[in-house]
């Protein structure tokens, strides 16, 4: 099992910057994709970034590519998300989630373990 704890969100103007942070604990040694999705209201659930655990190989979603950064940290088991020049639409509750198998690191359903979500607010 492992657990996942999303921390950073909050309110911020457009074009500013927001720093999300997931701290993973329980069978860290076993995740080989971890990942930052995000829901905004009324829509679907999609994909912003993932990094695998190993080889630090980067995805990232057009809308965020350029802006957004992923990054981990094996040794503490965190996985982060800085986000640039913020805007509007990227308003949305963040969730972290971890793999411990294969699949594809956009797809929702490569993902086993799921943080409880962050409110990320951009103001125009």
């Known amino acids: 099992q492992v657990q996942l704890v999303e921390s950073g969100g909050g309110l911020v103007q457009a074009g500013g910057s927001l720093r999300l942070s997931c701290a993973a604990s329980?069978?860290?040694?076993?995740?080989?994709?971890m990942g930052w999705f995000r829901q905004a209201p009324g829509k679907e659930r999609e994909f912003v970034a993932a990094?695998?655990?190993?080889?630090?190989?980067?995805y990232y979603s057009d809308s965020v590519k350029g802006r957004f950064t992923i990054s981990r940290d094996n040794a503490k088991n965190t996985v982060d998300l800085q986000m640039n020049s913020l805007k509007p639409a990227d308003t949305a509750v963040y969730y972290c989630a971890v793999t411990r198998g294969l699949g594809s690191p956009q797809a929702m359903g490569t993902y086993t373990y799921w943080g409880q979500g962050t409110q990320v607010t951009v103001s125009s």
């Open positions: 990094i695998r655990r190993i080889s630090g190989n980067t």
């Open positions: 329980g069978l860290t040694s076993t995740i080989s994709i």
